[in-house]
């Protein structure tokens, strides 16, 4: 379903985008369309990377048991896999 949106926006601003419309030869309609679901897909792939990585946190938090670098080894860059 398709629904209509009122926005308040600058006049100004109107102009201009109805300039860069006419250049791509849509509408502003189009543009502001196209925007949101540019947005809503690049939160979409940022929820997937999230959901990936406390995966990957969880797994790997599984096979390293209780072990956890200490200070030194962090900050020497130098991490001792061998404890």
Known sequence: MTRNLTL????????RARVIAAIKRTS????V???LEG???EE???DEAREAL???IDESDADMGDW???RADTYAG??????
């Open 8 to 15: 308040a926006i600058d006049d100004e601003l109107l102009a």
């Open 68 to 70: 956890r670098p200490s």
């Open 33 to 35: 369309r196209g925007f």
């Open 54 to 56: 406390l995966k990957l």
């Open 78 to 83: 130098q991490p001792r896999f061998d404890r």
């Open 39 to 41: 947005l809503v897909e």
């Open 28 to 31: 502003v309609n189009e543009l």
């Open 44 to 46: 979409r792939h940022k």
